[in-house]
């Protein structure tokens, strides 16, 4: 029981860890969509791994835990795609080191989606 | 730990709260507004009243900040 | 020593709050501050999860679960307003 428990802390600290990286690549990223990519991935990952740890620690509500994890791994992609396509719709900049864009040349080809552009706020 | 917690959630609601205020435009305002509600409840839920804290998380980070936006939404075009 | 390694993972919990606070006021459009409101909602489900522990008390993961409902509600509406499609 008491190796559980041990086992269980590692892997809270393990998703502290990476919750931690999330919000210094939050800091250093030059874009909002990169800021986007990089916050949802590492801090969807984080606190699945925290919660995880523990409900190996707290087996009394391991169950709910588990509806949470679940319920994270749903939604928080699924907002993040929204914010993404809310961002690139309103012009947000993009940087200078931006490669691709797929979806502006999408916009071009079907003029009636741009119809009425709003400015960038 | 506890104590440390306490502090620094204390001094977030403070900047946020005045962010909340002082800001030019409206809609950072209302999101100012959603993280202190936000940072209070963990500071409910550490003060040992989580009845308190599920209100907090469910009309002062949630509700109001939709509400606030679909009235921003409303009355955008009028000035 | 799990408690112990429950304390720093506390820490540095707190300490990326923080940081995701910095870039809510360093920000430079609205796009950016919602971000970091997701983040700071997400890291909050964490640190309600380890105090759930550390007290003892099996009620407080409640409250984690409701926020995890709201804070997807929050987004999407801000994106909803972005678009000019509510």
Same mark, same amino acid.
């Not at chain 1, 809310?86 to 916009?107: C, M, N, P």
């Not at chain 2, 009243?49 to 939709?66: H, N, W």
């Given at each position: 029981?008491?190796?559980?428990?041990?086992?269980?802390?590692?892997?809270?600290?393990?998703?502290?860890?990476?919750?931690?990286?999330?919000?210094?690549?939050?800091?250093?990223?030059?874009?909002?969509?990169?800021?986007?990519?990089?916050?949802?991935?590492?801090?969807?990952?984080?606190?699945?791994?925290?919660?995880?740890?523990?409900?190996?620690?707290?087996?009394?509500?391991?169950?709910?835990?588990?509806?949470?994890?679940?319920?994270?791994?749903?939604?928080?992609?699924?907002?993040?795609?929204?914010?993404?396509?809310?961002?690139?719709?309103?012009?947000?900049?993009?940087?200078?080191?931006?490669?691709?864009?797929?979806?502006?040349?999408?916009?071009?080809?079907?003029?009636?989606?741009?119809?009425?552009?709003?400015?960038?706020? | 730990?506890?104590?440390?917690?306490?502090?620094? #959630?204390?001094?977030?609601? !403070? *900047? $946020?709260?005045?962010? &909340? +205020?002082?800001?030019?435009?409206? /809609? =950072?305002?209302?999101?100012?507004?959603?993280?202190?509600?936000?940072?209070?409840?963990?500071?409910?839920?550490? #003060?040992?009243?989580?009845? !308190? *804290? $599920?209100?907090?998380? &469910? +009309?002062?980070?949630?509700?109001? /900040? =939709?509400?606030?936006?679909?009235?921003?939404?409303?009355?955008?075009?009028?000035? | 020593?799990?408690?112990?390694?429950?304390?720093?993972?506390?820490?540095?919990?707190?300490?990326?709050?923080?940081?995701?606070?910095?870039?809510?006021?360093?920000?430079?459009?609205?796009?950016?501050?919602?971000?970091?409101?997701?983040?700071?909602?997400?890291?909050?489900?964490?640190?309600?999860?380890?105090?759930?522990?550390?007290?003892?008390?099996?009620?407080?993961?409640?409250?984690?679960?409701?926020?995890?409902?709201?804070?997807?509600?929050?987004?999407?509406?801000?994106?909803?307003?972005?678009?000019?499609?509510?």
């Amino acid at each position: 029981m008491e190796t559980l428990k041990i086992i269980g802390a590692f892997i809270t600290l393990a998703g502290s860890v990476f919750l931690l990286l999330g919000s210094i690549g939050l800091i250093r990223m030059p874009d909002v969509f990169t800021r986007i990519q990089v916050g949802t991935k590492a801090s969807t990952l984080g606190t699945i791994l925290s919660l995880f740890g523990i409900g190996l620690m707290f087996t009394e509500i391991a169950g709910k835990i588990f509806l949470l994890i679940i319920f994270i791994l749903i939604t928080n992609p699924v907002s993040s795609h929204m914010l993404a396509r809310a961002a690139h719709y309103i012009g947000v900049k993009k940087a200078d080191i931006t490669v691709v864009d797929k979806l502006s040349e999408f916009r071009e080809k079907q003029p009636e989606n741009n119809a009425q552009k709003p400015e960038a706020e | 730990m506890n104590l440390i917690i306490v502090i620094v #959630l204390c001094l977030l609601i !403070v *900047a $946020m709260a005045v962010t &909340a +205020i002082m800001h030019k435009k409206l /809609t =950072i305002s209302v999101l100012a507004a959603g993280v202190v509600s936000l940072l209070a409840s963990v500071l409910y839920l550490l #003060l040992a009243a989580p009845d !308190v *804290a $599920m209100t907090e998380a &469910a +009309i002062g980070s949630g509700l109001s /900040t =939709i509400i606030f936006f679909y009235v921003l939404n409303k009355i955008r075009n009028v000035k | 020593m799990a408690n112990t390694i429950l304390q720093i993972a506390g820490g540095i919990m707190l300490l990326s709050l923080v940081l995701s606070l910095y870039r809510f006021f360093r920000a430079g459009s609205l796009v950016d501050r919602v971000i970091s409101f997701d983040i700071m909602t997400i890291i909050s489900i964490s640190m309600i999860a380890m105090i759930t522990y550390t007290s003892g008390r099996a009620i407080y993961i409640d409250v984690a679960l409701i926020y995890g409902l709201l804070s997807f509600l929050g987004v999407v509406i801000v994106a909803r307003y972005l678009e000019k499609s509510l």
